[in-house]
Nanobody, 123 residues
């Protein structure tokens, strides 16, 4: 059974930092993992993702470039999101997302979401 377990959310003051973690289990291998966020009443939007095969290409939304950094630990099937210089507009529920191969020899990729973790940036 596939599971994505997120941790690291919470309340932080503007200008502060937080680090999110997302650990995947029940999978064979990872094609890509990343983070989305959603504010109530708005669509879920990509924050950052990382392609875990090859050189590990990363992609960032414009609104987090130079502030957030995504990284991975393939040995732990875990992806991290280091968030610096947080702003009140970063307040949202952050969701971990993964594209996984579930069995050896799989050519089909399956999409999974974490349960979401609240980030609140406020003084």
């Amino acid at each position: 059974q596939v599971a994505l377990v997120e941790s690291g959310g919470g309340l932080v003051q503007p200008g502060g930092s937080l680090r999110l973690s997302c650990a995947a289990s029940g999978i064979f291998s990872i094609k890509a993992m990343g983070w989305y966020r959603q504010v109530q009443g708005k669509e879920r939007e990509l924050v950052a993702n990382i392609i875990t095969t090859g050189g590990g290409q990363t992609n960032y939304a414009d609104f987090v470039k130079d502030r957030f950094s995504i990284s991975r630990d393939n040995t732990k099937n875990t992806v991290y999101l280091q968030m610096n210089s947080l702003k009140p507009e970063d307040t949202a529920v952050y969701y971990c997302y993964g594209q996984f191969y579930l069995d050896p020899g799989d050519e089909v990729v399956y999409d999974y979401w974490g349960q979401g973790t609240q980030i609140t940036v406020s003084s």
